[in-house]
């Protein structure tokens, strides 16, 4: 009886142990040896060339967004074919927060009761919201890539995808990553500027 109770609580432990990593490792983002910067570097330009062949994609996730004076949770879903996207934003039983699309032509964004045309997302949607919202910018973030341009700083982890990408003012934080396919996708970020906080919970990735 003392054996059976023996390797009775040796098993509770190790199927407890095993939930325990399991949830570690469905948190973290990093993982492994310490690796040098230079082979940081390497799986970083690996990985780059990996995510610059998603041209179309579809993601889908809850938005939590805190701008000063309001906050609030709503739903996510971008469209990406290319340099044409579709952005839908909606509310509490599905109300249209707002609509952006855009292609090389321009951009339009609708609310619930207004439609307005021009060549800038942020500036449209700042026009009709009040809100700041990187989209431009964001189409890149959300795959975990900096936005063209070489004004970023990028702290890499040692699988060699962005821990932090500060970019124009914005620092996008990632806590979480997925895998899609065959590859490491943002899963949770977090995109701040002054008092703008924005964090997206992807729930499903398509590409």
């Known amino acids: 009886m003392g054996i059976d109770k023996y390797f009775s609580g040796l098993r509770v432990l190790l199927v407890l142990c095993f939930f325990i990593l399991s949830g570690c490792a469905s948190r973290t983002i990093d993982s492994g040896r310490q690796v040098s910067d230079e082979e940081k570097e390497q799986r970083w330009q690996r990985h780059q060339e990996r995510l610059g062949q998603i041209k179309s994609w579809e993601i889908a996730g809850r938005l939590n967004m805190r701008v000063p004076g309001r906050s609030g949770n709503m739903s996510l879903d971008w469209r990406q074919r290319a ?27 609708s609310t619930s009761d207004e439609t307005r045309y021009g060549p ?14 990187p989209v431009s910018n964001l189409r890149y973030w959300v795959r975990g890539l900096p936005a063209p341009g070489n004004d ?19 620092t996008v934080a990632y806590q979480q990553y997925g895998l899609s396919q065959s590859s490491r996708l943002p899963a949770r970020l977090t995109v701040t500027h002054g008092e703008v906080r924005l964090t997206l919970m992807v729930n499903s990735w398509k590409y």
């Open 120 to 133: 800038s997302p942020e500036m449209l949607l700042y026009s009709l919201t009040g809100w700041q919202f």
């Open 83 to 109: 340099d044409e996207y579709k952005l839908f934003l909606d509310g509490p039983f599905g109300v249209t927060v707002a609509r952006v699309s855009g292609n090389r032509q321009g951009v339009s964004v």
């Open 152 to 170: 970023a700083r990028i702290q890499l982890n040692n699988q060699g995808y962005p821990e932090k990408i500060e970019q124009q003012g914005w």
